[in-house]
């Protein structure tokens, strides 16, 4: 027991007889302060970083995406285009022959028509007409 006593008294003799010396300790606690100031500001800084890296990430892969996204939607906005144009040529090509076919649906009903087809194909011919036959010879 005497030894734990012994070993109190001591450090409160230390302890109220140290020497202090103001402005050092000052300096001391500035610098342990800056130091503990720096080592948090550098982990704060790595955090914003690496915070700042992947918005940037993130950004840049949205940014891509969208570029990708417009590139296909003009690809097949010209593809549709030039297809939409293709039927159009068909489609006046189709109009143009329709046009025709009416109208040699029209000659063909005609009474002119039927009888130059009568004449020509059956060998027909009206009252009062005679028919001459020449045969091609070799």
């Known amino acids: 027991m005497r030894m734990a006593k012994r070993g109190k008294r001591l450090r409160e003799f230390e302890k109220n007889n140290r020497k202090f010396n103001v402005s050092e300790a000052s300096e001391k606690r500035a610098k342990k302060h800056e130091a503990i100031k720096s080592s948090e500001f550098k982990e704060k800084k790595k955090k914003k970083t690496k915070v700042t890296n992947v918005r940037r990430l993130?950004?840049?892969?949205?940014?891509?995406?969208?570029?990708?996204?417009v590139l296909v939607s003009a690809v097949n906005i010209a593809k549709l285009t030039k297809q939409r144009d293709e039927l159009k040529a068909y489609n006046k090509k189709?109009?143009?022959?329709?046009?025709?076919?009416v109208a040699e649906l029209d000659h063909i009903n005609s009474a002119e028509y039927i009888e130059q087809q009568a004449r020509k194909d059956l060998k027909m011919i009206k009252e009062n007409e005679l028919l001459f036959v020449v045969e091609e010879g070799n």
């Open 58 to 69: 993130i950004t840049s892969v949205i940014t891509v995406i969208l570029i990708a996204f």
């Open 94 to 101: 189709l109009l143009n022959l329709k046009e025709d076919l």
